[in-house]
């Protein structure tokens, strides 16, 4: 069996013994030790992935109970916990932790029997757009190696896109899981706020953040969704979606919905020419499946990048105080600081974007700046969710381009952070209102992909998965060039 | 003017504010009591116990506070090593009143003490300093405290004196007691810090204050400081002072122009909690009736004198003792022994952890009593011997015998033999009548108060011919 599967083919051919949960993993091992020296999607594997894969085999010959993913190799972002493994988040600060327990997500896989094939590369802390930023060397594009893969979980994009497993999770701050799904032509969910438990997911912007799913299909996204959501006691912020099935009519269609295009995210100087026609290929192929279109103005789109800074690092300089080295982290000897020094010593370990912006994050919340800062970006946060709450009065859906530019080179953009922040315009606005967006492949322009990103209204992931469905369906793109 | 910052652990509750590890820290080895989630461990996320929001709301409605309709918790950001997130979650009205109670008031001794604020937060850690001597210092950090539900209440600088801070944290240590909240003999589990001005002077923070003792010597030490230098004209600095406990000074730690910048942000992994008038009503009937309707209560129901009604109400202890002995008929008695007999005997904390005592023997004694079986001296020694053993009352009778003597003949032998040997005392007793009493006294000694107190002194009248 090709291991360009679909999970979904993956679970029927299991099931009808036409490969084992073995032969597969195996394969899959083999593809990474083949791929990743170059890719570098891990940081690290799972050494008893294949003895997990043989026990699954004993279970399903025994005819025993099996949960959903039937030894689905699955990757996990490397700032989500897995118990007994080293969780770094792609940080010098965070080289030797190993987390004691398991992200709940985690543990709803492993219940249904996946095997967690390994932690995927990152930016550091999940702050970037490329893993340029992982403290352990950058992924690379499958579709073109000279390119970043996007990011900041461009580790499990490249994973999923390079058939170094079937599906992997991701977490998506401000397009964190789009974003890469776009530069790698994959489909990637960023989920409604609360849907999914962040219990285990080692914070950055904890208001508005979501683990996605990442994979080949929409319908596996789906799959994934259907076993990762849901109310959880150890995230106070989750919310009880009733065990919902997303995969169930998944290809209902959208004959008669009513898409938006925001017209912000998709005209304008920063949005690259080559983006703006395959987006507009994706309006009328909207049309052709029977929905109407038609523009739609959110007005503080344009001020989104800034409020997204503002409140991602108040939020970061908070959430990260933590790491101060003193119950777990990288081996230091403390002996003789006085506690300021040593904290100051302890911290030079992280790296230049998240110093970056744990500047700021002291800076914007801090005493006489907070009301020009801080709470006026809460302000617009909260206006441009009325904007959004106005604009599903009028649609279904609101779509965009994933990214308004193309992949780029390597250390194209790090010169220059605020025109690597610009890049993030388009997916910031889901993560500022707790909205769910995904991004479905569209084409494959000069041998770089290109991302169609939809929206729908909170809790909606049901259409917005038929809908992105119904996209795919008009789609025939090339296999990754391996 | 004094005002007063007072934190309290809601010792009563089961487990820390955001975690299930035990609220009751105090019985661990150290590192013992704690979780992923109290070690502020990556990805872990706070869970906040309903409980305490109850026990904590219990505490302002008591305190005559306005309860808000939601609450909400913020981030104090500070660098400090028994902050396992070097950052405490607390609470502040920064987005309209969202702590747990604002505006309340209480009084003592006919003034009241306005409350500003209180509101509920997480303990930090433990430092233990170890090693007296400055070059050899090490510092070990104990997390197990780490997460204790702590309430703070804010006064209003309404205090003249540090003998009106005394009254007032007395009364209060009495009443969060007395809500079954918080057990504040516990080591640690209230302390407070105190802000001190002098005539319109600069506010001083005094902080490290480990007892109230302590407390009231600190104020009046600064107050006496401030007054010096006021008198010498030289300025007064707004700052936070700590006290030092061997030489009895305040010492300045830091100016508040160096003040920390706690950059508060929201705490958005905890949802605001809404707390509808429901919820309030509920909370409020469940709370234990307070200490002035029980004291109102024992002096109207059943006529006990003010001044014990009032040691017996304000003690938790002594209060429940009391409910569950007493009817209607043996109350008066029954608090009689509890503020007298008893007193003594369980007066501190470890004697009443240690005591066996029971109300069910409160109220036997006391029917022996009333029955003219058992002497009340009798009693006395028999409660010694019941909180040191806990055996039965009826245990103890048929054991060491209280039985009352009252058989005359038995009786008279004995006071023979105090009559022939106290001839002194029996000539002053035909002179002066009053002093009758030392040789009954001596009857008493010599029968371990088993000797019926009117009988004897019936037959020693008698036997002296007075």
């Known amino acids: 069996m090709s291991l360009a599967v679909s999970a979904i083919e993956y679970i029927d051919n299991v099931k009808n013994g036409n490969t084992t949960v073995e032969d597969f993993v195996a394969k899959t091992l083999e593809q990474i030790s083949k791929h990743d020296t170059k890719l570098h999607a891990y940081l690290s594997i799972n050494e008893n992935a294949l003895d997990q894969a043989r026990q699954t085999d004993k279970k399903i010959k025994a005819g025993e109970k099996i949960g959903a993913f039937y030894g689905m190799p699955i990757s996990v972002k490397d700032n989500i916990c897995v118990k007994g493994g080293k969780t770094t988040c792609a940080s010098k600060m965070l080289e030797g932790f190993v987390a004691p327990y398991d992200a709940t997500v985690v543990s709803k896989l492993k219940n249904q029997d996946a095997i967690l094939i390994g932690k995927t590369n990152l930016d550091e802390f999940a702050m970037g757009a490329t893993t340029e930023y992982s403290a352990f060397g950058p992924s690379r594009n499958p579709w073109n190696t000279e390119y970043v893969p996007g990011g900041s979980s461009g580790g499990s994009a490249v994973s999923v896109s390079a058939l170094e497993c079937i599906a992997s999770l991701g977490s998506d701050t401000g397009g964190s899981v789009r974003n890469p799904a776009s530069f790698c032509s994959i489909v990637g969910l960023k989920p409604t706020y609360g849907l999914v438990s962040r219990y285990g997911l080692v914070s950055y912007a904890n208001s508005i953040e979501q683990i996605g799913p990442f994979g080949r299909r929409v319908e596996d996204v789906a799959l994934l969704l259907n076993h990762i959501a849901g109310k959880d006691q150890n995230d106070s912020t989750t919310i009880d979606n009733h065990s919902q099935d997303y995969l169930d009519k998944i290809d209902a269609g959208i004959q008669g919905k009513k898409i938006g295009v925001i017209s912000e995210m998709s005209k304008g100087d920063g949005l690259d020419k080559n983006v703006e026609n395959a987006f507009w290929r994706a309006a009328s192929a909207f049309e052709s499946l029977g929905a109407s279109v038609d523009q739609v103005s959110l007005d503080l789109v344009q001020h989104t990048v800034a409020t997204y800074y503002v409140l991602t690092t108040a939020e970061a300089g908070s959430n990260l105080s933590r790491y101060d080295n003193l119950r777990y982290g990288y081996s230091l000897d403390l002996e003789g600081y006085e506690f300021k020094s040593y904290i100051s010593k302890a911290r030079r370990n992280f790296g230049p974007e998240v110093i970056r912006r744990m500047i700021l994050g002291g800076f914007v919340p801090s005493a006489g700046f907070a009301g020009k800062y801080l709470l006026k970006a809460l302000k617009v946060k909260s206006k441009l969710k009325k904007e959004i709450v106005d604009a599903f009065k009028k649609f279904d859906f609101l779509i965009s381009p994933t990214v308004p530019i193309l992949p780029f080179k390597f250390g194209e953009k790090t010169e220059d952070p605020l025109a690597m922040y610009l890049a993030d315009i388009n997916t910031i606005t889901a993560n500022l209102t707790g909205i769910p967006a995904i991004s479905v492949p569209f084409e494959i322009h000069d041998g770089l992909p290109i991302g169609i990103q939809i929206h729908a209204n909170m809790l909606q992931e049901k259409l917005l998965l038929q809908a992105a469905y119904a996209l795919q369906g008009t789609t025939k793109l090339p296999g990754v060039p391996l | ?466």
């Open chain 2, 1 to 466: 003017m004094i005002g007063l910052e007072i934190h309290c652990q809601l010792t009563k509750l089961e487990s820390k504010l955001f975690c299930p590890c035990k609220a009751n820290y105090r019985d661990f080895q150290p590192n013992a009591n704690v979780c992923p989630i109290c070690m502020g461990l990556p990805g872990s996320l706070p869970r906040l116990n309903q409980k305490a929001v109850e026990k904590a709301t219990m505490i302002a409605l008591a305190l005559n506070c306005q309860t808000p309709k939601k609450i909400g918790f913020f981030r104090k950001n500070y660098f400090y090593p028994d902050l396992p997130k070097n950052f405490q979650i607390t609470q502040l009205n920064l987005y309209g009143p969202t702590s747990i109670g604002e505006k309340g008031k209480i009084s003592i001794g006919g003034k009241d003490i306005r409350i500003r604020r209180i509101q509920l937060e997480e303990d930090p850690g433990r430092l233990i300093y170890e090693g007296a001597s400055e070059r050899t210092q090490i510092t070990l950090v104990d997390y197990n405290r780490a997460g204790t539900p702590l309430v703070e209440i804010v006064t209003e600088p309404d205090f003249e004196n540090p003998r009106q801070v005394r009254l007032f944290l007395s009364i209060l240590s009495d009443l969060l007691e007395n809500l079954g909240v918080s057990d504040p003999t516990l080591e640690g589990a209230m302390r407070a810090d105190a802000n001190v001005s002098i005539k319109d002077g600069p506010r001083v923070e005094i902080k490290n204050i480990n007892s109230f003792y302590d407390l009231e010597k600190a104020i009046h030490f600064e107050i006496t400081r401030q007054e010096s230098l006021h008198s010498r004209e030289i300025p007064i600095l707004q700052e936070t002072r700590h006290w030092d406990d061997k030489r009895k000074i305040t010492i300045s730690s830091r100016t508040k122009e160096e003040d920390e910048d706690y950059r508060y942000i929201l705490e958005g992994d905890i949802p605001w909690v809404v707390l509808d008038s429901q919820s309030i009503e509920k909370w409020r009937k469940n709370m234990p009736e307070s200490i002035s309707s029980k004291k109102e209560r024992y002096i109207t129901d059943y006529g006990i004198p003010a001044q014990v009604a009032d040691v017996l109400s304000s003690d938790k202890y002594y209060s429940d003792l009391f409910e569950q002995a007493h009817s209607k008929s043996n109350a008066k008695e029954i608090a009689n022994m509890i503020t007298t007999d008893l007193m003594g005997l369980v007066d501190t904390r470890e004697k009443r952890e240690q005591s066996k005592l029971n109300p069910k023997h409160l109220s036997e004694l006391v029917e022996l009593i009333s029955s003219g079986k058992v002497t009340r001296t009798s009693a006395k020694n028999a409660l010694q011997e019941i909180v040191k053993t806990g055996k039965t009352v009826s245990e103890i009778v048929s054991q060491i015998g209280l039985g009352k003597i009252s058989d005359k003949l038995e009786l008279g032998k004995i006071i023979d033999e105090i009559v022939n040997q106290e001839p002194t005392a029996v000539q002053q007793a035909k002179d002066n009548p009053q002093t009758i009493n030392y040789l009954v006294g001596k009857v008493m000694q010599k029968t371990k108060g088993k000797a019926d107190p009117a009988i004897t002194l019936g037959i020693l009248k008698e036997k002296i011919g007075i």
